[in-house]
């Protein structure tokens, strides 16, 4: 069974910092690139961020949001992509949900979700 | 970016009726080389992540049941579920991947469609 959790949501202060995890389980991660999107409180689903398979070059796209602040990055040995939050800004409040995208498909499993606040 | 608007915002519809949502997109999201579209629609009730329902605009994700269809073709597409159940109560949105391999579109959403029993 194919398995995504998300951690590393927390309460922090604008200009900060954060790394958010997602950990995989049940298929052979390498393989597939990931997404991370997200979520603001009662609003609808924004794309963020996203990382080839390694067979791919493990290469990263970014929405202009996010360009230049925030880095996704994949460890395949451990099963788990990354996206580190830099300059964190109120606007970046909301929950955050990683996304396996399947060849010949699209993202067809996601993770619960961890939910960032963004506040002083 | 290519900007995906849906409508209705909002739909009431009565259990075992047909219900309609469209979608479209600001430029066309048919690539020719292998004559598919790069459309999704999800579903995501209150407090849970978004579910797969359709890709390729019309093709069916594993266990979603019969009664949602997909169509449509270039910058208009529909998501029909033909008999409303009281399980299907849930905000719809589309999403379109068009990234080629010469291209990057990035992944963008409509801004969703609140479907609930009339």
């Known amino acids: 069974e194919v398995r995504l959790v998300e951690s590393g949501g927390a309460l922090v202060q604008p200009g900060r910092s954060l790394r958010l995890s997602c950990t995989a389980s049940?298929?052979?991660?390498?393989?597939?690139?990931m997404g991370w999107f997200r979520q603001a409180p009662g609003k609808g689903l924004e794309w963020i961020s996203f990382?080839?398979?390694?067979?791919?070059?493990?290469?990263?796209e970014y929405a202009a949001s996010v360009k230049g602040r925030f880095t996704i990055s994949r460890d395949d040995s451990k099963s788990i992509a990354y996206l580190q939050m830099n300059s964190l800004k109120i606007e970046d409040t909301g929950v955050y949900y990683c996304?396996?995208?399947?060849?010949?498909?699209?993202?067809?499993?996601w993770g619960q979700g961890t939910l960032v606040t963004v506040s002083s | 970016d290519i900007v995906m608007t849906q409508s209705p915002d909002s739909l009431a519809v009565s259990l075992g009726e047909r219900a309609t949502i469209n979608c479209r997109s600001s430029?066309?999201?048919?690539?020719?080389?292998?004559?598919?579209?790069?459309l999704a629609w999800y579903q995501q009730k209150p407090g849970q992540p978004p579910k797969l329902l359709l890709y390729?605009?019309?093709t069916r994700e594993s266990g979603v049941p019969d009664r949602f269809s997909g169509s449509g073709s270039g910058t208009d597409f529909t998501l029909t579920i033909s008999s409303l159940q009281a399980e299907d109560v849930a905000v719809y949105y589309c999403q379109q991947y068009y990234n080629t391999p010469s291209t990057f579109n990035s992944y963008t959403f409509g801004q969703g469609t609140k479907l609930e029993i009339k």
């Open positions: 996304s396996r995208d399947a060849p010949g498909k699209i993202f067809d499993s």
């Open positions: 390729w605009a019309s």
């Open positions: 049940g298929f052979t991660f390498g393989d597939y690139a």
């Open positions: 990382i080839r398979g390694t067979p791919y070059g493990g290469t990263t």
């Open positions: 430029q066309s999201v048919l690539y020719s080389a292998n004559n598919k579209n790069y």
